[in-house]
């Protein structure tokens, strides 16, 4: 009886690495079939709805230009790559993160995770968009009307992540998303799951990470801000109140692959360099770098470039984007403080701050 449930629980696991070993590849295969084909699409530049799905959080990983989603882990790993939430040592973690986005929008975003038994790790996030007030405008009114709305943007998700194996993690994430402005609203969900392989090859530190992003129906508005009031010329009927049909469009889904290694150079000092081919549905393709300097495991430097293929008529407006971090361990309290900078054309640059706590 021994021998056999050894025998399945072995069983078990190779069939489980199988399995998330043909899901990488068969995300590999389609991206890049997809990227040869398509290789990416400039032309539909700014016709995604839930555009808020794609600016990024954390300021690791701001700072690292956005590569790191092959060995991302914990609560910071959940808006990059899901799988990454179960690859920590630690029972529970919080996160705080405020940037100062374009045009004065502030985004806040909160994290929390704790494990789960049997070597999984549940996450919570809630991600808000400050918008402040815009004056009101109208046909009759383009100079405003004197009234002001103040639009709200909000996503709340949740995640899942399970070991497969020691070196297989696997997560899932699905998103709320909540949009309104003045009398219309949308309400819609995407889902996002990702893979993570450790110890590639059997080299120790290199990582491969794979993530398909914001899948879900279409974001359509509705609400009274679409009633209106007028006559059918072709129709023998007096004035009557109609509803306008809101166009929907599509989120701003994508397909990423992310290769990592991390290097212990010397006793005190860590190297780690990633880098990932981002194929997006709504925009050019994207090439992002990333290294980060180490010392004792609590003073770092980074730096990291998202490089897009730009398509005529389209130019990423951010430039190279540079972090430090702290971290400390008081008791068993883990502390850690990150700090991004990323430059961008018109606007002022955006500046990341995080705090993480782990317990």
Request: proline letters at 3%; one cysteine or more; aromatic letters at 10%.
């Amino acid at each position: 009886m021994t021998t056999t449930c050894r025998y399945r629980r072995r069983a078990g696991a190779g069939l489980a690495m199988a399995a998330a070993w043909m899901l990488v590849w068969s995300i590999v295969g389609s991206l890049a079939f997809q990227s040869t084909t398509l290789a990416g699409r400039g032309d539909k530049v700014g016709s995604a709805s839930a555009m808020q799905l794609s600016i990024p959080l954390g300021a690791r990983s701001i700072s690292l230009g956005g590569s790191i989603l092959s060995s991302i882990s914990g609560i910071e790993a959940i808006s990059w790559n899901p799988a990454g939430l179960v690859t920590t040592d630690r029972s529970s973690e919080l996160l705080f993160s405020h940037m100062t986005y374009l045009a004065d929008i502030g985004v806040d975003y909160f994290a929390a995770g704790t494990s789960l038994s049997g070597g999984a790790y549940l996450g919570v996030t809630i991600q808000a968009l400050s918008v402040g007030e815009i004056p009101v405008t109208t046909e009759l009114f383009p100079d405003g009307t004197g009234e002001v709305i103040s639009p709200t943007f909000l996503v709340v998700g949740g995640t899942f992540s399970r070991r497969m194996s020691d070196q297989i993690a696997v997560g899932i994430s699905a998103n709320f998303i909540y949009e309104k402005m003045a009398e219309v609203s949308a309400t819609g969900i995407a889902f996002t799951g990702g893979v993570q392989y450790a110890r590639l090859g059997g080299i120790e530190g290199l990582s491969v990470g794979v993530v398909i992003r914001n899948i879900g129906p279409k974001l359509v508005y509705e609400g009274e801000g679409l009633d209106r009031t007028g006559v059918v010329v072709s129709a023998d009927r007096p004035e009557t109140n109609y509803k306008v049909e809101a166009a929907s469009a599509d989120l701003p889904s994508t397909i990423e692959v992310g290769l990592g290694y991390l290097h212990h150079l010397s006793e005190p000092i860590d190297i780690g360099v990633s880098t990932l081919f981002r194929n997006n549905n709504f925009a050019d393709d994207q090439y992002k770098f990333g290294a980060e300097f180490g010392y004792r495991e609590r003073f770092f430097v980074r730096g990291g470039y998202d490089y897009s293929t730009e398509s005529e008529g389209n130019q990423s407006i951010f430039g190279p984007a540079f972090g430090v971090g702290v971290h400390e361990t008081v008791q068993n309290l883990i502390i850690q403080v990150d700090y991004a900078y990323r430059p961008a054309d018109f606007f002022g640059g955006n500046h990341v701050i995080t705090l993480l706590v782990g317990f």
